[in-house]
């Protein structure tokens, strides 16, 4: 079965930074690019971050572009959000979403839920 | 960036209904679209890609036509199950963008 499952979420003080991670099971991670897409409560899906296969290829939405880092371990079939100088506007439940190839997203993580908050 | 906005943001159905939603792209592009259902507390699923194609397992009352700036999902013969809400995403050109959203309700 086909898996991916989201960890490191919680509280963080604005200015803060937070690290999530994405572990992947079922499929060949490897061969898959991943993304972030995020949800702030009650609003719409906004795309955060995507890597290619190798890490090679990252691309930032600019809402995050400076602040956020994506990176891979094809070794440990995990991809990571590195989130730094958090906002309370970044608060939102973060998603893992593989990659279809042609970047729609074919297959979710259940979310981490983020709050930035003092 | 393409702004991707969807009509009408709320649609009160009854079971056995067809139901239409419309996302407008405000710059042209061929068929790089794909509709995404979402319930509540639940994770985004992908139903339809390139503008029409059906992921497999999707029952085939989901529906996507559509290029240019007008995309549509039809959900033919509504059932309990769809009440959710469901967004267009384009993935023609960086950065991708999502619509707004369409909550689709019970009536």
């Known amino acids: 079965e086909e898996q991916l499952v989201e960890s490191g979420g919680g509280l963080v003080q604005p200015g803060g930074s937070l690290r999530l991670s994405c572990a992947a099971s079922g499929f060949t991670f490897s061969s898959y690019e991943m993304n972030w897409v995020r949800q702030a409560p009650g609003r719409g899906l906004e795309w955060v971050a995507y890597?290619?296969?190798?890490?090679?290829?990252?691309f930032y939405a600019d809402s995050v572009k400076g602040r956020f880092t994506i990176s891979r371990d094809n070794a440990k079939n995990s991809v990571f959000l590195q989130m730094d100088s958090l906002r309370a506007e970044d608060t939102a439940v973060y998603y893992c979403?593989?990659?279809?190839?042609?970047?729609?997203?074919?297959?979710w993580g259940q979310g981490t839920l983020v709050t930035v908050s003092s | 960036d393409i702004q991707m906005t969807q009509s009408p943001f709320t649609l009160s159905a009854s079971v056995g209904d067809t139901v239409t939603i419309t996302c407008r792209a405000s710059q042209s592009f061929s068929n790089w679209l794909a509709w995404y259902q979402q319930k509540p507390g639940k994770a985004p699923k992908l139903l339809i890609y390139k503008a029409s194609g059906l992921k497999s397992g999707v029952p085939s009352r989901f529906s996507g036509s559509g290029s240019g700036t007008e995309f549509t999902l039809t959900i033919s013969s509504l059932q309990p199950d769809d009440f959710a809400t469901y967004y267009c995403?384009?993935?023609?050109?960086?950065?991708?963008?999502f619509g707004q959203g369409t909550k689709v309700e019970i009536k």
């Open positions: 890597i290619s296969t190798s890490g090679s290829t990252i």
């Open positions: 995403q384009q993935y023609n050109s960086y950065p991708w963008t």
């Open positions: 979403a593989r990659d279809s190839g042609s970047y729609y997203f074919d297959f």
